[in-house]
């Protein structure tokens, strides 16, 4: 049995659309968003981000890193690289090693972003 479809009729001069009261993401600031979030997406480096944050202003090495998280170095490397790309996290060579420290508000600057534009606003 074929599917009737009705006529469209158009609803009598009430807008079907309420316009946006507050500040909306741009395509761009969504793009950038989008990779934080996809950087901290992943339970290793939540917690890698919780063990730096636990630091000293100093940073760990990868190898202070790799025991805690259960992981072995290449592996936390990887991890702590994608959260460096992501702006969450600092990487200062000394001499052979490499020590990583968080971006003093990084993380709050995230979260600061989300809350004044995902926040439902109250009605006018």
């Given at each position: 049995?074929?599917?009737?479809?009705?006529?469209?009729?158009?609803?009598?001069?009430a807008?079907?659309c309420?316009?946006a009261?507050?500040?909306?993401?741009?395509?761009?600031?969504?793009?950038?968003?989008?990779?934080t979030?996809?950087?901290?997406?992943?339970?290793?480096?939540?917690?890698?981000?919780?063990?730096?944050?636990?630091?000293?202003?100093g940073?760990?090495?990868?190898?202070?890193?790799?025991e805690?998280?259960?992981l072995?170095?290449?592996?936390v490397?990887?991890?702590?690289?994608?959260?460096?790309?992501?702006?969450l996290?600092?990487?200062?060579?000394?001499?052979?090693?490499?020590?990583?420290?968080?971006?003093?508000?990084?993380?709050d600057a995230?979260?600061?972003?989300?809350?004044?534009?995902?926040?439902?606003?109250?009605?006018?």
């Amino acid at each position: 049995m074929p599917l009737e479809l009705l006529p469209v009729t158009a609803a009598p001069s009430a807008a079907c659309c309420t316009p946006a009261r507050g500040p909306v993401l741009s395509a761009q600031d969504a793009e950038g968003v989008a990779r934080t979030l996809k950087a901290l997406a992943d339970p290793a480096r939540l917690r890698l981000l919780s063990i730096l944050a636990a630091h000293d202003e100093g940073g760990a090495c990868v190898c202070d890193l790799t025991e805690p998280v259960g992981l072995t170095q290449p592996t936390v490397s990887h991890h702590l690289k994608v959260l460096t790309e992501a702006g969450l996290v600092t990487r200062e060579k000394r001499g052979v090693w490499a020590y990583y420290a968080l971006v003093p508000g990084a993380v709050d600057a995230i979260a600061s972003h989300l809350a004044t534009h995902l926040t439902p606003r109250p009605p006018a």
